[in-house]
């Protein structure tokens, strides 16, 4: 198995993509942490009251961790979205697949092999968004809610990861990386659509819609639910983003939701397999 993330990493590092996405990464981070001191000078010489520095600061979190989730899910819809087809079409999955090794297997060693990096970057992308708050806005951080937001931070781009592996056994490498893109972008559209809701009530079908949705892909709910757990849960996350124009919480997904995506990544999973195996290379 570690052979098999060793061989992930090396292909990652051979696509430009790869090269992109840490110097967009890079500069992300270096602008972020030069923005939010800035802010935090300008607090202390303007003597804001500790309590609106403390809802400041999570404004500044929902915004940040909003963008690192966005770079993570570029991440992988640029490091997935050839998994099986582009390696079919350029030869390297006959050589691989030649091995004395269960398809199912081979396929569960990829999305394994990709898990691990996906994890190791967007944990990077989280730890520097909360650090840099927590050092130079205030932010108040406990353990067990930040092990909670940082847990189901880190789901949100497997859950992508899983759709996107899929998509690779049926569809051409473009083609699966539109669609993917497409469906996440209308994920994250429909969130914000959502926020706008807390400010007057929304027309019956379009909840349908948005719960239909949240149902298809439910990354954004993940990432909502981790801002939630982040900042408190009930205390102070609804006092933080009641108020916040589209990125406001209209609701909180529920455990039975959370559930329900680890039924459905586990449903993709199985999938993945069972069409892997039964593909003609």
Same mark, same amino acid.
């Given at each position: 198995m570690t052979?098999?993330?060793?061989?992930?990493?090396?292909?990652? %590092?051979?696509? @430009?993509? *790869?090269?992109?996405? $840490?110097? +967009?990464?890079? #500069? *992300?981070?270096?602008?972020? +942490?030069f923005g939010i001191r800035e802010l935090a000078g300008m607090e202390g010489q303007n003597q804001v009251s500790p309590a609106q520095r403390m809802l400041n600061s999570m404004v500044l979190i929902v915004l940040g961790l909003f963008f690192a989730q966005f770079l993570s899910?570029? *991440?992988?819809?640029?490091?997935a979205?050839?998994? #099986? %087809?582009?390696?079919?079409?350029?030869? &390297?999955?006959?050589?691989?697949?030649a091995r004395p090794i269960s398809r199912w297997k081979l396929y569960l060693a990829k999305w394994l092999g990709h898990?691990?990096?996906?994890?190791?970057?967007? %944990?990077? $992308?989280?730890?520097?968004?909360?650090?840099?708050?927590?050092s130079q806005a205030d932010f108040p951080v406990r353990a067990d809610e930040l092990l909670r937001g940082f847990g189901l931070f880190?789901?949100?781009?497997?859950?992508?990861?899983? &759709?996107?592996?899929l998509g690779s056994v049926y569809l051409p490498m473009l083609g699966n990386g539109i669609c993917t893109a497409l469906l996440y972008g209308f994920s994250l559209f429909s969130?914000? +659509?959502?926020?706008?809701?807390?400010?007057?009530?929304?027309?019956?079908?379009?909840?349908k819609i948005l719960l239909l949705t949240g149902l298809l892909l439910p990354?954004?709910?993940?990432? @909502? @639910?981790? &801002?939630?757990?982040?900042?408190?849960?009930?205390?102070? /996350?609804?006092?933080? &983003?009641?108020d916040m124009g589209p990125f406001s919480m209209a609701s909180v997904p529920s455990n039975a939701f959370l559930l329900y995506t680890v039924?459905?990544? /586990?449903?993709l999973l199985f999938l993945g397999c069972r069409a892997f195996s039964r593909k003609d290379l």
């Open positions: 052979m098999y993330i060793a061989a992930t990493f090396k292909e990652l %590092t051979r696509k @430009r993509v *790869f090269l992109v996405t $840490l110097i +967009v990464t890079f #500069v *992300f981070l270096i602008l972020f +942490v899910a570029f *991440f992988v819809l640029f490091s979205m050839g998994t #099986v %087809t582009g390696e079919q079409e350029n030869g &390297l999955l006959l050589a691989v697949a898990a691990v990096w996906i994890i190791v970057y967007s %944990t990077i $992308l989280f730890v520097s968004v909360v650090w840099t708050i927590y880190l789901w949100m781009p497997l859950l992508l990861l899983t &759709l996107t592996m969130g914000l +659509v959502e926020g706008i809701t807390v400010y007057q009530s929304s027309h019956p079908a379009l909840e990354t954004d709910s993940v990432y @909502r @639910r981790s &801002l939630y757990e982040l900042m408190g849960g009930a205390d102070l /996350a609804g006092l933080a &983003l009641s039924g459905y990544s /586990a449903l």
